[in-house]
Every structure is written in C-alpha cells, then in structure tokens.
C-alpha cells in the first residue's frame, strides 16, 4: 500500500495505490468524509478505512496525474547532517557523536515532476537522495524503542541545496531552504510495510546514476533520530524528518571534478520499496 497526494482542480485529493492500481479515496469518502493525508497522519481514519475510502473511489493514473508533495502542511521540516558514514568520510568530516540536525521550510516543499526553480542568487546547486521519516502520533520523549511506534511511514526526499550559500556562513539554511528545494514524494508506504533499515537508495541525474547505497550505512537509524529529537522538542503528526544522504554528491567530488546541476537536468532519486522522484531543474 502507497498513500500520495495529487491535485485535482486545484484541490489536493488523497491517492492509494494498492496492488499495482490507483484511486482516488478523496472522491470515494468514508462514508460521507472526504479522506486526506491528514486523516491518515493523525489516525483518524485507519489505513484499513482509507483501502476502503479508495476502492469506493475512481481509479486514476499515476502516470498522468499532478502529484503534490507526499505531506503538504508538516509543523516542522527537520534534516540530518552527516548520517552516513561514507558521506561524512567524503565531505572531509569527522563522525557526528550526536545528530546534526537543521530545517527547511514549507515553502521548499515540491511534488514528484515540478520543476525545481534556480534562483539567480547562487551558483553551486547539488543533489542529495534521502529516506524521509513521516511522524503519525505526537511524540515527546520517547525511547529509541518506543519511537517506531510513532513512525507513520516513510517516503524519498530530495534535500536540494546551494553549496555556495550553504557554506558561506556556519549556518546552512540559505543554501538548503529556496522554494522548491524540499522534493518530497511521490509515495509514502506505511511503515509496517517496509524495513527503513535495509533500502537501496540511488540518485540518477540525466539517468547517470549518481549515489548507490543503502540504509544499513546510516550513522543513525530512523528510531535513533525520533528518540533524539522528541528529546528536545515534541514532533507533531505530518512532521517529516529528512534522514541524510549517502556518498556521491557533487561536493564530495575533488574540486576540478565539480560539476554543479544546471537548467535542463533532470534528478531522480530512487528508494527500494517506496518509488522514484523525478524533478527537473529551470529557471
């Protein structure tokens, strides 16, 4: 089972696709309420009723729809530095003793297919392929084996960035959150569907492929961050947590191999188990 949100007329409906087909349980309702991604993140609605909502729903096709980011509203929008280890070792880095953490916004956010709009103000433009953790209940201090229990599910992210501003200064968001720098989506897979500690995840740019790992060289794993996290501040149903990318992106390159993203390539960030996300950089 994959949860995705896609417009229609405007509106933001709520997709499952199930058994190689897609429905809108949006239009399907259950009974007479109109299922969203945000009855699914705060459990209003169980993942039973939203296969319901579905089946009562019109079939749509993946290939042809305007897909929305995979959560549109999130609370917060966390990212983890240097969570894997042949990243850090590339970027020059020493091994983090405790999760580096830092934000985007909710104007970063993009869907599966929107173009990626580079501003003027900067130069260096990088990929970065990501396991994005989806919060589905409040939580607060919660153990590291409480805390998949308060997993939703999972999707792939894009933490997009503009090395040049990024490393102007020691803080990074000007360089990490331009709008549209937060691709999330297309699919969300709940997370009892899927074992985070043991997927693929790949980058391609113009079908090259770019970064080959997998999450078992995650520093720390998706249990391990919620813990940290809801040590320090209370993480919110439809918070989305970006979990680090692996080795092979363009500022792990030695210097006179550099070659930043320009308009007109495409990136694709792939993740076993949850799909692809492609989006296409412009002006």
């Given at each position: 089972m994959k949860l995705f949100n896609f417009y229609v007329n405007g509106h933001i409906h709520l997709g499952v696709l199930q058994?190689?087909?897609?429905?809108?349980?949006?239009?399907?309702?259950?009974?007479?309420?109109?299922?969203?991604?945000?009855?699914?993140?705060?459990?209003?609605?169980?993942?039973q009723a939203l296969e319901t909502a579905a089946a009562?729903?019109?079939?749509v096709d993946v290939e042809t729809i305007h897909f929305a980011p995979a959560v549109t509203a999130p609370e917060k929008i966390l990212c983890v530095g240097l969570n894997y280890a042949a990243h850090a070792k590339e970027s020059h880095m020493e091994l983090p003793k405790y999760p580096t953490?830092?934000?985007?916004?909710?104007?970063a956010l993009l869907g599966h297919k929107e173009a990626i709009r580079l501003p003027e103000t900067a130069e260096k433009y990088d990929y970065e392929a990501e396991l994005v953790i989806v919060i589905g209940k409040e939580a607060r201090q919660v153990s590291k084996e409480e805390a998949p229990d308060y997993i939703f599910g999972y999707t792939a992210g894009n933490d997009?960035?503009?090395?040049?501003?990024?490393?102007?200064?020691?803080?990074?968001?000007?360089?990490?959150?331009?709008?549209?720098?937060?691709?999330?989506?297309?699919?969300?897979?709940?997370?009892?569907?899927?074992?985070?500690?043991?997927?693929?995840?790949?980058?391609?740019?113009?079908g090259t492929l770019r970064q080959n790992s997998n999450t078992s060289d995650l520093i720390f794993d998706p249990a391990t961050i919620v813990s940290y996290i809801s040590q320090y501040m209370t993480l919110k149903p439809g918070d989305v947590i970006y979990t680090g990318t692996p080795s092979g992106v363009i500022l792990g390159y030695p210097e006179d191999k550099q070659?930043?993203?320009?308009?007109?390539?495409?990136?694709?960030?792939?993740?076993?188990?949850i799909g692809e996300l492609t989006n296409t950089l412009t002006r």
């Open positions: 058994d190689g087909t897609a429905h809108d349980a949006t239009a399907g309702g259950y009974p007479a309420i109109p299922a969203t991604m945000e009855h699914a993140l705060n459990e209003t609605l169980s993942l009562n729903g019109p079939v953490l830092f934000s985007k916004f909710s104007n997009f960035s503009a090395r040049d501003l990024q490393l102007r200064t020691t803080q990074w968001i000007m360089g990490k959150s331009f709008d549209g720098f937060a691709p999330l989506g297309p699919y969300i897979v709940p997370a009892r569907e899927i074992n985070a500690n043991q997927l693929q995840i790949q980058s391609y740019v113009n070659v930043w993203l320009k308009p007109g390539d495409t990136v694709t960030i792939k993740i076993e188990g």
